[in-house]
């Protein structure tokens, strides 16, 4: 298949018309599928179905004799701490059992550090004359919305496949308006990276302008593994205590895509400063969370092997699917220079650089024939994608058929908006 951008004048309008007639054809079978965001699919949430059968009748003690059922632990029960303690790296004291959501641990750590200050903050975040935030990019869009929703400047930094650029970062921190940075380390949302032992190091060692530097570090995707292959990461709480700054990473993870979306638990992990400063503003609003929740789920996970084997039934049903992505625009782009795509080992989503100026293009085009994608320039802060390039496709949702069908249409989309955008431009070289 011909390079898009050799092709003469002539070859292109052919080309264009040869795509065109099989976009009219996909455009034809009246789809409506919903590609915009990682969710599991209804098969994926079968597989914890039990859950919701537990703790069982009369049996309402956690290990420690308390009844789950009653208020108090603010902390979140010892055996669910424990049983996440080797994924999150962090000691099961330094470990803060939320309710369903890790965002929202995020929402309130951040707007915590807003209004009262981090530990070894000189004055509360909010009293500064500017806050700024490094944003990894293409990235997560819920991120970047809560620092919209409170003012915070965020700056872009390029992802190297082994995580941010850490030349740049380690520039831009030495400013002290930098007060954190959003990480996604492992299988990153949406590119699939993961962090490099090397990046997590200077990520531990750089230093900061601002004291109370933090990382807010998302590990989404832990434990979500695309094949046999189960991939690390480096610690980053043994990193940071190592490299003497202890207070440096806010660890967030949850159970939304390991048992029930909507129905998980969430934690926070740190350093014991981190832990008493969240556990002491988390006291302000809560008695505790959902503590029949937290032991339903240590009873049904029971360790770090119980968890491994349920996300291998999770890769059964979803890694079928990202193969199917991956195929169709193999088979329609390879060779075209109309785009470049991950081939992820884990988490939820396929990041696809389109040609520059077309991502908005192929997302009116793929709307139009009944396929909703995440709208262009969502990976980026304010949603702007600087080159209107990038794509974020996220399979898990429709039925393997229906994947199969929505990528090839994708994949025709996202060559002829490559078309389209080479005709202008030698339409506009001619004129």
């Known amino acids: 298949m011909s390079l898009i951008d050799d092709l003469s004048a002539s070859d292109l309008a052919a080309r264009r018309a040869e795509v065109?007639?099989?976009?009219?054809?996909?455009?034809?079978?009246?789809?409506?599928?919903?590609?915009?965001?990682?969710?599991?699919?209804?098969?994926?949430?079968?597989?914890?179905?039990?859950l919701l059968a537990l703790p069982g009748e009369g049996d309402f003690?956690?290990?420690?004799?308390?009844?789950?059922?009653?208020?108090?632990?603010?902390?979140?029960?010892?055996?669910?701490?424990?049983?996440?303690?080797?994924?999150?790296?962090a000691a099961p004291e330094n470990i803060v059992v939320g309710g369903n959501s890790s965002l929202a641990l995020m929402h309130d750590t951040l707007v915590d550090a807003l209004v009262k200050g981090a530990p070894g903050s000189p004055r509360p975040w909010g009293k500064d004359e500017e806050v700024v935030f490094l944003c990894p990019s293409p990235g997560y869009d819920r991120h970047f919305a809560i620092c919209e929703e409170y003012g915070i400047r965020m700056i872009p930094v390029r992802l190297t496949g082994h995580g941010p650029d850490m030349d740049e970062v380690?520039?831009?921190?030495?400013?002290?308006?930098?007060?954190?940075?959003?990480?996604?380390?492992?299988?990153?949302?949406?590119?699939?990276?993961?962090?490099?032992?090397?990046?997590?190091?200077?990520?531990?060692?750089?230093?900061?302008?601002?004291?109370?530097?933090?990382?807010?570090w998302d590990n989404a995707y832990c434990v979500h593994h695309l094949t046999p292959a189960r991939h690390g990461l480096a610690d980053v709480l043994a990193a940071c205590a190592g490299a003497g700054a202890p207070d440096r990473a806010f660890v967030f993870a949850s159970t939304s895509k390991i048992t029930l979306a909507g129905a998980g638990l969430a934690f926070f992990a740190s350093s014991p400063a981190n832990v008493k400063w969240r556990l002491a503003s988390m006291g302000r609003s809560t008695i505790g969370s959902d503590k029949v929740n937290q032991l339903r789920h240590a009873r049904f996970l029971r360790d770090v092997a119980g968890i491994e084997a349920l996300m291998d039934r999770h890769r059964a049903l979803i890694a079928p699917k990202f193969e199917a992505v991956i195929d169709a625009f193999e088979r329609h782009l390879s060779g075209t220079g109309a785009a470049r795509w991950s081939a992820p080992e884990g988490g939820y989503f396929i990041s696809v650089d389109a040609a520059p100026g077309t991502a908005k293009r192929v997302v009116e085009l793929a709307k139009e024939a009944g396929v909703a994608l995440t709208p262009a320039g969502a990976t980026y802060p304010l949603g702007r994608d600087p080159q209107d390039r990038n794509l974020r496709i996220a399979p898990t949702v429709p039925g393997l058929a229906e994947v199969r069908a929505a990528s090839e249409g994708v994949a025709i989309c996202i060559l002829l908006a490559a078309i389209e955008a080479r005709g202008t431009q030698l339409a506009g070289k001619a004129a």
């Open 170 to 216: 380690e520039r831009l921190v030495a400013d002290p308006a930098v007060k954190g940075m959003w990480c996604v380390p492992k299988y990153s949302n949406p590119t699939g990276e993961i962090y490099s032992d090397e990046t997590v190091r200077r990520l531990a060692a750089m230093k900061t302008g601002a004291p109370d530097f933090r990382l807010f």
């Open 61 to 89: 003690k956690a290990a420690s004799g308390e009844d789950v059922r009653n208020y108090g632990n603010l902390q979140g029960l010892a055996e669910a701490r424990a049983l996440f303690a080797p994924i999150l790296g």
């Open 20 to 50: 065109q007639a099989k976009y009219d054809a996909f455009r034809a079978k009246g789809l409506k599928l919903d590609m915009t965001r990682g969710k599991p699919a209804s098969d994926q949430l079968d597989l914890s179905n039990a």
